[in-house]
């Protein structure tokens, strides 16, 4: 499984950015697709899942301001982020779980400035 993520950049506070992650498989042979971030000297944090039943979660620090969405015609899960803060500001990763593996895709940089 090979994951492709795009979208970051820099944003105004209170902005918008729509991150993309395309996978080289069926979305539907995936147990699970996630959003993660990364700040230096921290752990990588989950933002936002999605199972394969399309049940979605996300963490508090978001919650109401993200939302992660999938087209499988197009492979790709999408995560819209609003209303961004400056401490949305990270390495957004995706991640896949298949027949219990984890892929990762590499990182898009989120900075949001004031």
């Known amino acids: 499984v090979q994951l492709q993520a795009s979208g970051g950049g820099s944003v105004q506070a209170g902005g918008s950015l729509r991150l993309s992650c395309v996978v080289s498989?069926?979305?539907?042979?995936?147990?699970?697709m996630g959003w993660y971030r990364q700040v230096p000297g921290k752990q990588r944090e989950l933002v936002a899942s999605i199972s394969r039943s399309g049940s979605t979660n996300y963490s508090d620090s978001v919650e109401g301001r993200f939302t992660i969405s999938r087209d499988s015609a197009k492979s790709t899960v999408y995560l819209q982020m609003n209303s961004l803060k400056l401490e949305d500001s990270a390495v957004y990763f995706c991640?896949?779980?298949?027949?219990?593996?984890?892929?990762w895709g590499q990182g898009t940089l989120v900075t949001v400035s004031s």
């Open positions: 991640k896949a779980r298949q027949y219990g593996n984890d892929f």
């Open positions: 498989v069926n979305i539907y042979s995936l147990n699970f």
